[in-house]
Every structure is written in structure tokens, then in C-alpha cells.
């Protein structure tokens, strides 16, 4: 497991040096009122065969994850968060007083916030084929003992909630979810959801998301594949988690963080400064700000994440089409009975307003109860990550019991 | 010099194969009504130092350059076209009568098209710092006998044009031009002649370009900077041309790509069609048409540039900024007197309308002779190069005597 494993830079000759000119967000160490506070992750261990909708068996599968909050007695306050491509289950909290960070989705979790954990039982688990606890390609396989690398099965956006069904049922003993609340990546999670399991879910909140992966968007992640796989130190995916392409990686990251901003974004955050002391006298030295900002998130990334991981995940999202070959989309969400509200923002140019306001379109074609949500926000797709008033309030009033 | 070299792919393990899905256009191989038929490239060696903007000086130059049509006696109807980053000389007409392709403004440019050779003389050169045929990185220096590399010194769009203005007085003998057109890069080029040497140029046609590199532009160039510099066979510059970082080079055409399209006009062409026999039980046989795509512009894109010139050109994309540190776009352009035609293309969002509108807005406010247009088209950046009346209308308009 290549997870939290901070191996260093391979990336020889001098010519990259990292400077952090936008550190992630910190949060106090202190058990802040507001806060969710020290939490711990747990594994679900399921000790038999999951099927893939692929047809292919995985022999067990574990699923990491975390919870906020308490279940009450009826067992029916539980909200499921489905997070992206790069999340993971810590989306609250912290796990060490000593963390400078908390959790992915911490503004938006806690006692008091939009997702109430005073109010909900709060689950959010590692996606399977994941590499932060969760079975996935750098998981051994208990048939051979070796990590399953190529050998782990192309699994679906229907297999991580298939998996997390699991958990929910086997695991937690959970008769209903009161919601499934995801951006992105998570977003395809909830709309899943109210396919696949329609009694079994009561709202569904997909924000900043698609019903089908689009043209250009299977282009970005095609490119981080091939940037992945042509990495020598990919070598057909028989890899040392502590030397694996991270080259390739990094960059696939890179450039996908792009597409999570928005231009309007990066003028107003970087524009065209300078990085301090850029003496602008070779090609190779971060001049832009926005360089050296780039240049840091992939090194961070290649911290956390791992290659095949990205590759099995980006090859989830980029197959993830609920219109199908006849683009019919209301034939896929027509089991679909919970509530829903999808939430597009404005400056978002990967799932854009249209493909989250389609999703709605499509439901009250089938006479569903759906509504749509626009924010106004210059941040990007990752808008739905950050701090917004207008965001949380829709957040909290769909929610409300 | 890399260029024009067909060298096999050295990705290795068999993991990627290419597929064309869309061959470029092609054309007759007759000397057809309305071609510019057989053209050649000639070098004009300039056997004296070039100082660059940085202050560097290269001990001589040569510019590869092609000419259609006939200069008039007044030596007034001479047009200069800018070429992109990948472009270079060769816009018009073809090399032999077995060329499956013409020049790559071949649509623009011939008997009777709008930039009418019966009535224009018509000039490109490649850039200084190309790999073309002109004077770059992988071109000898003749004070060491081997090829200058790194030892380039860091190039401008202001010394482009200076090479540009020594190749249409020293060797061409023109006192004026009637016109300088291009797009993207070439559009910075049109805009730095109209600044450098104002009296020497009648008219301006900038299209789908900027008076400043844009925080997002700056970012996707410089995750193409790290793709080739941290491909292994880099080497710190030092590498046999035949064996270049051809990975990286790859993987940053394949992004910068995406950019050159758009949204919209990728979802027309390639929507989610699938490859015919596509089995889709790996993860890395293409498995999308724009997959196929885009594996093929990278692998023709490495058969033809050199990774070092990419760098070097890309730099001077991403320093070119008229609005300069304290925001003045009228003070860079008060200088132009030419009349100007600026041209933005409604889905290119690598160097959008707006960036194209302020251009005239400021020489509005400069109280030149300037309009705006906006060409209505799915295309992205690159609408700029393909079919479009409209498109011709207007230049052809504009360059009327």
C-alpha cells in the first residue's frame, strides 16, 4: 500500500524544486466546538466473494472508513458521503492532534454544519479499488499472496456502491439511508445509489457531477493514463509502491488539477506573479506562481496516491454513462424514488451547470421529485469543496428531516 | 535537427498502439485551379550576430521561409503569416507531387482564397527557435561545432519578429508590409510587429490569440514542460535527436491538444464513440475514438518536433504579457498605427473572445483604427485553421488594398 507513505522526489537532476505557495487549509489542532474532532478509521472486512458487474470475483474485499455522529434509534439518520477520485474516507476531523489537516470535506461536516453531525450518523468509506485501505490493484490477493496489480478486475461506478451497500447492510446494520451526498466522482456514487438500491435511500445530493462522462473529459484522464503507463518505472504495472511512476502520476495530476479550477480561478488566485527571487534565467525554475502550485500538488499527490489506483478509478468514471448507447437517460433514473437535488456550479467546465441540470431534467421527465441548484462560484469544479454560504444552505435545507 | 525525421516509437511493451481515427485532410496531389500548387523552402543565412531581447546574441541566424505569389513593383503586397507553436513555414501548397498533404494554411491561402496569391506575396518563416529549418536549440553553434541545446539562449515573441524583419529587409529587400495575419502564437507575432515596427506595417490580423498568457495557458504549458523534462531520455538536453524524450513530448502534444478543441466540438466528433473491436478488458487498449485520437496527434506530433524547441517556444508563450507588470495593454500597443483586425472565435477557450476583444478595445481607447470580430464555431482554438466562410470573408475584406 503505497497510501500515506511519504517516500521522496525521484526526479533527478536538480531541475524540479517544489515551493508550496498555497498550502491546503489548516485547521486548529484543538477539539474546536464546530469540529468532529479525533476520529478513527475502521476496516470492514467482508470474508467472501464480491461480484464485479463485470463478472469477475474478487474473494474478499475491505473497505476502510470513518463515521460522525450517532445513530439513533430508529436507525434511519445515516447520510452516506461518496467522495472523488482522490478523496478518500477521511473527509472530517482529524486523527491526530498533532494533524495540520483535516478531513477533505471538513467545513462541510461537523456538529452545527451543513451535514449535522449532531442531527446525522455520518459514513464515508475508502471506494473499492481505492488505495487508502480499501481492496484495490495494490491489495494482496489472498489466491496468490502478491498484490493484485493488473490482475484486479476493471470494476464499475456500480461496484463501489455495490461495495459500500455492503458495508452499509452487513457491516453497520443499517435499514435506510436518510441520503448519499457526493461531489464528482461522488455525485456518479449517488445517482447509483438511487438506481441500484431505490428503497433504500431517501435523498440523493450529486453535486458538481455527470450522468456520462464526456468526450474531453475522457481525453484529460487518457492523457494521465498514457503519462502513467509510458513512466519506465511503471514496468507493466510490476512496481515497487515506493518507486512506481510517480513522474507519470505527478504529471497526470497536474494537469488534471487544471481541470478542478476554472481560468477566471487562476487569474484571480495566481494571474501572472512571479514566484519570489525567479531570476527567469532558465526554462526549468518555477517563474509563475502558478508553477510552482502546480509542481507542489503533484508532489503531494504522489505522496498519497497510487498509479494503478489511478488508473483503475479514471477508467470507473470515464466508462460511467446513464444515458446509454440509445441516450436515454430517463430509463436509467426511473427506478430512482428518492428525493433529489443536483447542484451545478457556474464556473465548473469539467460536469458543468448543464450536465447537472440535465440530471434533473431527466427525473422530472420521470416524474420524480428533483430540483436543481445553481452556485455561482469562480473556483471551478472544486467549487463544491470550499467555503460557500450558498452552498451549505442548500446543503442543510435539503437535508432537513 | 529532429524535424522531418520518422523515427519509430520507443514506447515500449507493446501497451500502446495507434490507431488513426481521423487523418488529417488531405489534398489532390494535382496541381489544382486555386492551389498554390509546388512550393519550396528556401534558407536565408544571416552571417551576423542576432541580439535577442534577453540581452544574448546568437553569432548568426538562418530562417527556413516559403514564398507564393509575386511582390508587385511598388513592393507593396507583401503578407506575412505568423505560424503557431507546432506550425512552421510550409502554410501553403505542397513539397512533391506525392504529398498527401499541403500546407497548413493551404485553405487560407492560394489563387483567388483569402489571402489571394494572384494579388499578395505571401511569406512564412519558422520561428527562431524552432525545429523546422530555422535557427533553435538543436541547430549547430558554430562557435562549439555541436548543437547548442540548453546553451539557446531563452527566446522572445519580440526577437521572432526581429528574426522576421531581418529575413524581409536583408533578403527579401521589402520596405513595407501590407499585412501580417496569424493565429494563436502567430497573432502575438502580428501584434509585436505592429509594436516594433510600426511604420513598416500597413495592416494587423491577429486572430484567436492574446496580449497576455493566461494563468490557466501558463499551466497547461508548464505540465508539458515537466512531461519532457522528466521523461528519462531527456538527459538534461543532451540527447540524440533520434532518441528524444519522445514520452513526454508525446504526452505534452496530447494535452496541449485537448486545449486546441473544445467541449462542444469534441463531443460532435467523438461523443463516447467506441474503437470498432474494442474489447474494453484491459485498461489500456483505447477504448473511446478520442482516445485513438489523441494517441495519434502524439505520435505524429514526436515524428516532427524537437522536444527542446517546445520548451523554448512555450516559454515564449507563456512571457509574452503587453499588459506588463503595472496592467497597461494601451501603453504596449500605443505605439501600433497599422489599421487592426482582431478576431475571436466564440468556443476557444485557450485564448477566448474576451482576450481578443480587449486587444481592439485598448487600441480604441489608443484612438487607433481597429475592429473586433467574432467567428460563431464549435472548433476551440484551432477553428482558426479549418473551413469557415465567414472566417474568410473577413480576412479577405480586411486585406483588400
Same mark, same amino acid.
Given at each position: 500500500m503505497a497510501a500515506g507513505v511519504c517516500h521522496g522526489l525521484p526526479w533527478g537532476g536538480g531541475?524540479?524544486?517544489?515551493v508550496c505557495v498555497n498550502d491546503p487549509p489548516t485547521v486548529s489542532t484543538q477539539d474546536l466546538p464546530g469540529e468532529v474532532g479525533l476520529v478513527e478509521a475502521r476496516d470492514f472486512v467482508r470474508r467472501k466473494p464480491f461480484l464485479c458487474a463485470s463478472g469477475d470475483v474478487l474473494p474478499e474485499i475491505t473497505l476502510r472508513y470513518e463515521t460522525y455522529g450517532h445513530l439513533n434509534r430508529a436507525k434511519d439518520n445515516a447520510i452516506l458521503i461518496g467522495h472523488a477520485l482522490s478523496g478518500d474516507h477521511h473527509c472530517a476531523g482529524i486523527h491526530r492532534m498533532t494533524d495540520r489537516k483535516s478531513g477533505w470535506w471538513n467545513n462541510m461536516i461537523g456538529p452545527g454544519k451543513?451535514?449535522?453531525?449532531?442531527?446525522f450518523f455520518v459514513i464515508c468509506s475508502n471506494v473499492l479499488g481505492g488505495c487508502m485501505g480499501s481492496t484495490g490493484p495494490r491489495s494482496t490477493d489472498p489466491r496468490t499472496g502478491e498484490a493484485?496489480?493488473?490482475?484486479?478486475? /476493471? /470494476?464499475?461506478?456500480?461496484d463501489m456502491v455495490d461495495a459500500q451497500y455492503a458495508l452499509i447492510t452487513e457491516e453497520l446494520g443499517l435499514p435506510v439511508l436518510h441520503a448519499v451526498v457526493g461531489g464528482s466522482m461522488g455525485?456518479?456514487?449517488?445517482?447509483?445509489?438511487?438506481?441500484a438500491y431505490p428503497d433504500f435511500v431517501r435523498r440523493l445530493l450529486p453535486m458538481a457531477t455527470t450522468a456520462r462522462q464526456s468526450a474531453q473529459a475522457i481525453a484529460f484522464n487518457e492523457v494521465g493514463r498514457i503519462a502513467i503507463t509510458q513512466d519506465p518505472r511503471w514496468n507493466g504495472g510490476r512496481y515497487d509502491p515506493q518507486r512506481g511512476p510517480d513522474v507519470g502520476l505527478a504529471v497526470a495530476?497536474?494537469?488534471?488539477? /487544471?481541470t478542478y479550477l476554472s481560468d477566471q480561478g487562476m487569474e484571480v488566485k495566481f494571474g501572472r506573479e512571479r514566484v519570489a527571487g525567479s531570476t527567469a534565467r532558465t526554462l526549468f525554475d518555477p517563474e509563475f506562481e502558478v508553477e510552482s502550485y502546480l509542481r507542489y500538488q503533484g508532489r503531494s499527490f504522489i505522496n498519497r496516491f497510487d498509479a494503478t489506483s489511478y488508473l483503475y478509478i479514471t477508467k470507473a468514471i470515464d466508462r460511467f454513462d446513464l444515458y446509454g448507447p440509445e441516450g436515454q437517460l430517463e430509463e436509467s433514473?426511473?427506478?430512482v424514488t428518492a428525493r433529489v437535488l443536483a447542484v451545478g456550479f457556474s464556473s465548473d467546465w469539467l460536469f458543468?451547470?448543464?450536465?447537472?441540470?440535465?440530471?434533473?431534467h431527466a427525473l422530472l421527465r420521470c416524474g420524480r421529485d428533483a430540483s436543481y441548484a445553481e452556485v455561482k462560484s469562480d473556483l471551478g469544479h472544486d467549487s463544491f469543496l470550499v467555503h460557500s454560504p450558498e452552498l451549505y444552505a442548500l446543503v442543510s435545507d435539503f437535508l432537513a428531516p
Open positions: 531541475l524540479i524544486s517544489f451543513p451535514i449535522d453531525t449532531e442531527r493484485y496489480g493488473l490482475d484486479f478486475p /476493471i /470494476i464499475s461506478i456500480r455525485g456518479m456514487q449517488a445517482l447509483e445509489w438511487g438506481r495530476r497536474m494537469m488534471a488539477h /487544471i433514473l426511473r427506478p458543468p451547470p448543464s450536465h447537472n441540470r440535465a440530471i434533473v
